[in-house]
Structure formats: structure tokens, C-alpha cells
């Protein structure tokens, strides 16, 4: 039986706001640190990026924004100059422009790592383009951005960085993954120093010979929460179910579910959250490494390709919120992501 996927637009708009919550997670701090972890020596120029925070500062694209989560993250903590959000649903983008617009009236825009003052010491000033804006667009058919602003010429030069944080998961081929791999090299900067660079957050990397065993070990542990009380999924309020193979052989068809009944959802500030959250679910697809490193290169990404698993012993920045005992399960069911970074290369 072949289940037909819904489109990522109509998932969404239907979500809305609600995926903030999903922010809320204790599972998602191991998201954010990794993330901020394979990013940040980017931004500050750490790795060797001759031309970025020159003229203009660095710049991010953030393909698949959903609530703005992470462009906010980009531009009020881990030091970029600015963002540009797309996102393929509607609603997501218009959560997304609230909540900065929300933000900005609260005057909560920075926390003074890139302030107003450095903003201006990088040439920008008051008639300087917004530093975050939001649009709807599709990362498999974009083509090339071009920022409104005064400057046509800092529009088209490329974007430092893409990233992309739960948007390579709705490839549901290497086709489409290449289409969108091919969106992120139009808009990365090329230079002699290896040009701007892609971070994205991805499914765990499972190879091909072992992604049948992985999704049925995953199933065991993320899977149905409610016909298993004590996995991953029950103790963390979501559950990740494969639920069928794709005919390709190029991965398999996901749904990530929230249950809303696990540890995760309980404690004094989400109270309230467990009720908006239980039964909000999106379907999507877990492809292959060799699939992913494939359409990296025939999208035309030609640098470093690296992925970051996530570590044991867990970040202390993780542990610390909740203590070690809390994420025994997690270490016993294998992280719930990978992060890739693949540099844009000459
Ligand atoms: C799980 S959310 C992630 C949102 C955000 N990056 C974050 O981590 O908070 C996935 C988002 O991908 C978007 N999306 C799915 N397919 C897309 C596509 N082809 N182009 C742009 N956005 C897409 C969805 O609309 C949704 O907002």
C-alpha cells in the first residue's frame, strides 16, 4: 500500500504556531548546541572565511525557517548580520513575522554580541535593509535570492551560509534532494577561500546496508508511545514511527508524532502545553547517507562534506537543565538527529 504524503505546506499551515512548542523539548536543547556548535566558528570567522563579515557582515540564509526559530537565534545570539527566512508554508511565515515584529516592539532584537553598534560599524546604517526578513518560497524550485535593500549588487552576491534545520528531510528522492541542494549552491558566496557554507539538521545518518535495521530498532524505541510506556518516545513526548519502506530503496516514509504524555511535556513552566501539543503530527522522509552525499554533489556543493553525530557523554549544557539520569533513555535509543555541514567549495 502506497500512503500518500501531504504537502509540507498544508502540514504546516495547519500547525502553525503550535511548533514553538516543540522548541520546548528537552530534546531540542541537544538540537540547538549542536547546531550552534557547527555554525558559530563560521560566523566568527574562525574558519577561514576570507570575505564574510567584511562589507555588509555575514549574512544567512535559513531555507525551511518554519516559526523563525532559528533566523532569530542567527541573528539576536550566534552573531549574524542578517536573515533571510523562506519557508514553503504561509502560516509558518506569517508566525514567523509576528513573532520578530513581536520581539522588535519589546526591544528583545539583541544581546549585544552584534548590537546596533557593531551593526553600524559594519556600514549599515538606518536605511540599512531589516536584519531579518521572511518570505514564502520553495527550497526545491527558489533559483537564485535577491535582497531588496539599496544595494543591488550585496543582493546577488550569495549568502555566507544556508541553513537549513528539518528541511532536507522532505526530499522524498535523491531528485529532490539534489533541487534542493542546487538552491543552496546558487545562494551560497563563491571565493578563494571555499565560498559560503551549508548546516543542516538531518535525521540521524544511517547508511544504506543498515537503514532497514535502524528503522526497525527505531520503531522499537521511538516508536508508538502508547503501546510502549517505557521508550524514548513515552519518556520525551514524541514519537518517530518508519512506517514504510520507499519503493526506490532511498530511504523510508517517517512520521514524528507528539504525544504529549512522556517527562518531557510535564514540570511547572509546560504546564498547559501537553493538551496544544498531543496529536499535532507531520509526515516525512529519512533518505540514505549515500543518497544525501550524492545530492550535495550533483546539486553543485564541492567542499568539505562532514557530519556531526551527536556525542555521548551529552553536551553540559543539556544535562545540565535536567540532570543525567533524564536522558538515560535518549543515550540507550541513539540520537533523534545529525547535523551536516558541506562547504560550497570553489
Ligand atoms: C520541522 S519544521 C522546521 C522549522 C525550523 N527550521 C526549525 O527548526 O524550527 C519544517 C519546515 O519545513 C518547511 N518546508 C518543508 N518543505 C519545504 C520546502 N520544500 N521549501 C521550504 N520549506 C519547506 C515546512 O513548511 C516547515 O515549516
Known amino acids: 500500500m502506497t500512503t500518500t504524503t501531504p504537502t509540507s505546506t498544508s502540514q504546516y499551515d495547519a500547525i502553525g504556531s503550535k511548533y514553538n512548542l516543540f522548541k520546548a523539548l528537552p530534546t531540542s536543547a541537544i538540537e540547538v548546541v549542536s547546531l550552534e556548535a557547527a555554525l558559530t566558528p563560521y560566523i566568527r570567522g574562525e574558519k577561514r572565511r576570507e570575505g564574510s563579515n567584511g562589507a555588509g557582515g555575514f549574512r544567512v540564509l535559513d531555507l525551511a525557517c518554519g516559526t523563525g526559530y532559528y533566523s532569530r537565534k542567527l541573528v539576536q545570539e550566534w552573531g549574524a548580520s542578517y536573515v533571510l527566512g523562506i519557508d514553503l508554508s504561509t502560516e509558518m511565515v506569517q508566525v514567523a513575522r509576528q513573532q520578530h515584529k513581536h520581539q522588535d516592539e519589546r526591544k528583545e532584537v539583541t544581546n549585544g554580541r552584534v548590537g546596533e553598534q557593531e551593526f553600524h560599524k559594519l556600514g549599515q546604517t538606518a536605511a540599512a535593509p531589516p536584519k531579518i526578513e521572511f518570505r514564502v518560497g520553495n527550497a526545491m524550485t527558489l533559483g537564485k535570492v535577491v535582497v531588496d535593500g539599496d544595494n543591488k549588487e550585496e543582493g546577488t552576491r550569495g549568502f555566507d551560509m544556508v541553513v537549513g534545520a528539518w528541511l532536507l528531510n522532505y526530499a522524498a528522492s535523491l531528485q529532490e534532494l539534489t533541487a534542493m541542494f542546487s538552491t543552496v549552491a546558487t545562494n551560497l558566496r563563491l571565493s578563494s577561500d571555499g565560498g559560503g557554507v551549508f548546516v543542516g539538521v538531518t535525521p540521524p545518518v544511517v547508511s544504506a546496508g543498515e537503514f532497514d535495521a535502524y528503522a526497525a530498532r527505531s520503531n522499537l524505541h521511538w516508536g508508538n508511545s502508547e503501546s510502549n510506556r517505557n521508550n524514548a518516545a513515552a519518556q520525551y513526548g514524541v514519537s518517530v514511527h518508519y512506517y514504510e519502506k520507499l519503493e526506490s530503496g532511498e530511504g523510508w516514509r517517517t512520521e514524528v508524532t507528539m504525544s504529549g504524555a512522556g517527562e518531557a511535556t510535564r514540570g511547572p513552566e509546560r504546564n498547559g502545553e501537553e493538551q496544544k501539543l498531543k496529536g499535532v503530527s507531520f509526515r516525512n522522509y529519512h533518505l540514505t547517507k549515500d543518497v544525501y552525499e550524492q545530492a550535495a554533489r550533483d ?18 549544557a543539556v544535562v545540565a ?11 540507550r535509543a541513539g540520537a533523534h538527529l545529525s547535523v551536516l555541514v558541506v562547504e560550497r567549495g570553489d
Open 299 to 316: 546539486g553543485g556543493m564541492r567542499g568539505l562534506l562532514e557530519w556531526r553525530k551527536v556525542e555521548e557523554p551529552l553536551p553540559e
Open 321 to 331: 537543565a535536567t540532570g543525567e539520569e533524564f536522558w538515560k533513555e535518549y543515550s
